[in-house]
């Protein structure tokens, strides 16, 4: 059983930055797609990013060129930079692993997801 813990949410005035963290334990990271989901109220659930173990990346459109994914299998850790953060990021984040390669921006893809972490974004 896997298990991922995020931290790093907040609150931030627009045009800040913040890092998001997540943890894995159980199972082999190194193995692992991972990727970043967010969700704000009354919405659908949204691909923001995703890193292969093979080095592969893909952002959703609506945060390419503003948040950075990246991996470190060393300590079973993913994390996401967000810079340059607008009102409309506000949302609870979620991390998710998936062994299963192919449509790293569909959620149903994932087998794992952790909690979440809330990001507020203030105008």
């Known amino acids: 059983q896997v298990q991922l813990v995020e931290s790093g949410g907040g609150l931030v005035q627009a045009g800040g930055s913040l890092r998001l963290s997540c943890v894995a334990s159980?199972?082999?990271?190194?193995?692992?797609?991972t990727g970043w989901f967010r969700q704000a109220p009354g919405k659908e659930r949204e691909f923001v990013a995703a890193?292969?173990?093979?080095?592969?990346?893909y952002y959703g459109d609506s945060v390419r060129g503003r948040f950075t994914i990246s991996r470190d299998n060393a300590r079973s850790t993913v994390s996401l930079q967000m810079n340059s953060l607008k009102p409309g990021d506000t949302a609870i984040y979620y991390c998710?692993?998936?062994?299963?390669?192919?449509?790293?921006?569909?959620?149903?893809?994932?087998?794992?997801w952790g909690q979440g972490t809330q990001v507020t974004v203030s105008s």
């Open positions: 998710a692993v998936t062994t299963q390669l192919g449509a790293p921006a569909r959620a149903r893809t994932y087998d794992y």
């Open positions: 159980g199972g082999s990271f190194s193995r692992y797609v």
């Open positions: 890193l292969s173990r093979f080095g592969s990346i």
